[in-house]
Nanobody
Framework: QVQLVESGGGLVQAGGSLRLSCAAS????????MGWFRQAPGKEREFVAS??????????DYAESVKGRFTLSRDNAKNTAYLQMNSLKPEDTAVYYC???????????????????WGQGTQVTVSS
């Protein structure tokens, strides 16, 4: 059974940085893409970033709103994905979820409907 556990959220001032981690277990981590989504109060869950499986050499894709500020990476030896968030803005405040698809060996994936496994979420709050 696939399990995803996020960590690293917290409270930070605007302009600050945080690094979120997503530890995965239950299958061969490197063979599957990973994604991050976020959900602010009263809003739908939205795509943040995705990284491909090893088949596509860890290609990444980002939402326009975070491009240039966030960096998604993965350590396949540690079965962990990392979302480095720099230059944080108050509008980045949300619960952040990592997710994994059932599709084997895929490139990055943007749609939340492509993802079958979700972590419990970690709160990120950016104060102005």
């Amino acid at each position: 059974q696939v399990q995803l556990v996020e960590s690293g959220g917290g409270l930070v001032q605007a302009g600050g940085s945080l690094r979120l981690s997503c530890a995965a277990s239950g299958r061969t981590f490197s063979s599957y893409a990973m994604g991050w989504f976020r959900q602010a109060p009263g809003k739908e869950r939205e795509f943040v970033a995705s990284i491909s499986s090893i088949r596509y050499a860890g290609n990444t894709d980002y939402a326009e709103s975070v491009k240039g500020r966030f960096t998604l990476s993965r350590d396949n030896a540690k079965n962990t994905a990392y979302l480095q968030m720099n230059s944080l803005k108050p509008e980045d405040t949300a619960v952040y979820y990592c997710a994994a698809p059932d599709r084997y060996g895929s490139n990055w994936l943007r749609s939340r409907y492509e993802y079958h496994y979700w972590g419990q979420g970690t709160q990120v709050t950016v104060s102005s």
